[in-house]
């Protein structure tokens, strides 16, 4: 069964720094991989999507992700952190026939500090 | 062009009522998801509905929960005799199609907040 495990359910950084929120998956075929944003009581926000070739995907808000199939991981970077991007990030991974499932990760709630 | 609408945003039942939340697809979509998410989880995968039709129920607990979504009207997901473990935000998804054929994206509403006393 395809499952979805993120690194760390908390993360911290300063404002400016690097941000690297990390993401693995497993999958009997070949994923689409999916990182959504949520802020507090508001639905999810799709920040970018890997389907099928470039393995280096951007997003919106300055985010990119890259798929690396031999270690199973689509881990989600920002060169420089922003006080707005304080909030909670979510991998998700496609399954079913027509890709109609998206299976969650446990969510990585980032803190920025100023 | 309006997002994905669910109402209500919060709603509160005693132990044993009924719960009924409403999901209004964005325009042109014909594809409903429900997801749930527990405090401290992650979001789960509950049903997949096109109009009249379920397609994938897999994720739906066996009893008290039902979705429909029928020809006319918003997607309807009821939770009979509800209990304190259904305390969840409930959060409603939709494309245009499904997400493999044309590679689209779910695009998620802004859930509901289901507290059950």
């Known amino acids: 069964a395809q499952s979805v495990t993120q690194l760390g359910s908390h993360v911290s950084v300063s404002e400016g720094a690097l941000v690297l929120l990390r993401c693995n998956y497993s999958?009997?075929?070949?994923?689409?991989l999916f990182w959504y944003v949520q802020y507090p009581n508001q639905g999810l926000q799709l920040l970018l999507k890997?389907?099928?070739?470039?393995?280096l995907v951007k997003g919106i808000n300055g985010f990119e992700a890259e798929f690396k199939k031999s270690e199973t991981s689509f881990h989600l970077t920002k060169p420089s952190a922003h006080m707005s991007d304080a909030a909670e990030y979510f991998c998700?991974?496609?399954?079913?026939?027509?890709?109609?499932?998206?299976?969650f990760g446990a969510g990585t709630i980032l803190r920025v500090k100023s | 062009n309006a997002g994905v609408m669910q109402n209500p945003r919060h709603l509160v039942r005693r132990r044993g009522q009924e719960a009924r939340l409403r999901c209004s697809p964005m325009?042109?979509?014909?594809?409903v998801y429900w997801y749930r998410q527990l405090p401290e989880e992650g979001l789960k995968f509950m049903v997949y509905?096109?109009?009249?039709?379920?397609?994938?129920e897999s994720g739906m607990p066996k009893e008290r929960f039902s979705a429909e979504f029928p020809k006319e009207g918003p997607s309807i997901l009821r939770i009979q005799q509800v209990v304190r473990g259904d305390s969840a935000a409930y959060f409603c998804?939709?494309?245009?199609?499904?997400?493999?054929?044309?590679?689209?994206?779910?695009?998620f509403g802004p859930g509901t907040r289901l507290t059950v006393l």
């Open positions: 998804a939709s494309s245009p199609q499904a997400v493999l054929i044309t590679y689209n994206e779910q695009f």
């Open positions: 999958s009997s075929v070949p994923p689409y």
């Open positions: 890997y389907t099928t070739g470039a393995t």
């Open positions: 998700a991974v496609s399954v079913g026939e027509y890709g109609n499932k998206l299976v």
């Open positions: 325009k042109g979509h014909s594809h």
């Open positions: 509905l096109q109009k009249e039709n379920i397609i994938d």
